[in-house]
T-cell receptor, first 111, second 115 residues
Framework: GQNIDQPTEMTATEGAIVQINCTYQ??????LFWYQQHAGEAPTFLSY????GLEEKGRFSSFLSRSKGYSYLLLKELQMKDSASYLC????????????FGRGTSLIVHP | DARVTQTPRHKVTEMGQEVTMRCQPI?????VFWYRQTMMQGLELLAY????????DSGMPKDRFSAEMPDATLATLKIQPSEPRDSAVYFC?????????????FGPGTRLTVL
């Protein structure tokens, strides 16, 4: 199984940059996902990392260091609509190929 | 635009009653998941199917929960009898596991309240 740790809550200002960290412990590693979930809605896929380094997608970037068991999601030019929960999910090398979700980080963006 | 659908969106019931939740996965996806989300526990995997076969339901209380996939267009999650602690949002998701990235597409969820 996996242990996944994320901060419970973060606040940031509109227009700023925020970094949401995720640390994990897993027996083998086979990919890390970030999902966004607005209040009262379903999670939606943001990014996937399986190799070390930074994956950039518009205002959002995701970084992975497999040796450190660490990932972060970087959100630039924050907008009010970015207020949401951000879920880190890690997949191990077990045969199920199914990721385990962390508890999520609730991000509040204020003016 | 393909999406996962779930019914009902909201359900309020009394303790002891049977609850059935339904999900239509995205056509062509080979894996269907059932999750439960609460403030206390976060998103928990209850069960999942691959090519309609149940692969893992270890996250599900077996005495009261059951999950089935009678055909490729329908997955069901049943609780009988329901208890107040079952109150949560239940999400169905589907995906093409062993695809390029294997992201999951979530349905809108069923918000269940058991009184």
């Amino acid at each position: 199984g996996q242990n996944i740790d994320q901060p419970t809550e973060m606040t940031a200002t509109e227009g700023a940059i925020v970094q949401i960290n995720c640390t994990y412990q897993t027996s083998g590693f086979n990919g890390l996902f970030w999902y966004q979930q607005h209040a009262g809605e379903a999670p939606t896929f943001l990014s996937y990392n399986v190799l070390d380094g930074l994956e950039e997608k518009g205002r959002f970037s995701s970084f992975l260091s497999r040796s450190k068991g660490y990932s972060y999601l970087l959100l630039k030019e924050l907008q009010m609509k970015d207020s949401a929960s951000y879920l880190c999910a890690v997949r191990d090398q077990g045969g199920s190929y199914i990721p385990t979700f962390g508890r999520g980080t609730s991000l509040i963006v204020h003016p | 635009d393909a999406r996962v659908t779930q019914t009902p969106r909201h359900k309020v019931t009394e303790m002891g009653q049977e609850v059935t939740m339904r999900c239509q996965p995205i056509l062509g996806h080979n894996t269907v998941f059932w999750y439960r989300q609460t403030m206390m526990q976060g998103l928990e995997l209850l069960a999942y199917f691959r090519n309609r076969a149940p692969l893992d339901d270890s996250g599900m209380p077996k005495d009261r929960f059951s999950a089935e996939m009678p055909d490729a267009t329908l997955a069901t999650l049943k609780i009988q009898p329901s208890e107040p602690r079952d109150s949560a949002v239940y999400f169905c998701a589907s995906g093409l596991v062993f695809g390029a990235i294997d992201e999951q597409f979530f349905g809108p969820g069923t918000r269940l309240t058991v009184l």
